[in-house]
């Protein structure tokens, strides 16, 4: 019997869709104006809560600063605990000669 991973349905679609796609555009398309965001406040690239707190993923995406922040506080404890993992997953996608670059951000303290 393979492993196979549970669904959990998402309670707050809308703000959950919108923050996705925002991680998203963050980390794909300006993806290094995200990393410089994050590097000049000497934060660790996976402590969602302090990127959020930093307005980072609202300026690389184009969003009013303080919108992601807002959305993700807006999800109950399951729906963040979704978009926890899509950003860790996402965040371990940068191409490798930017994680080089930014390495300092991805180190484990």
């Known amino acids: 019997m393979a492993f196979e991973q549970a669904t959990i349905g998402v309670v707050r679609e809308r703000e959950f869709r919108e923050l996705k796609e925002a991680i998203a555009k963050s980390v794909s398309g300006e993806v290094a104006k995200f990393l410089k965001a994050l590097s000049g406040r000497r934060l660790q690239i996976r402590d969602l809560e302090a990127v959020l707190a930093a307005n980072a993923i609202d300026l690389a995406s184009g969003n009013r600063l303080g919108t992601a922040r807002a959305l ?31 390495h300092k951000l991805y180190q484990y303290s």
């Not at 979704?82 to 930017?98: G, H, S, T, W």
């Open 72 to 102: 993700y506080e807006a999800l109950p404890v399951s729906d963040q605990a979704q978009v926890r993992e899509f950003y860790l997953f996402k965040i371990e996608e940068v191409d490798p000669a930017l994680r080089a670059k930014f």
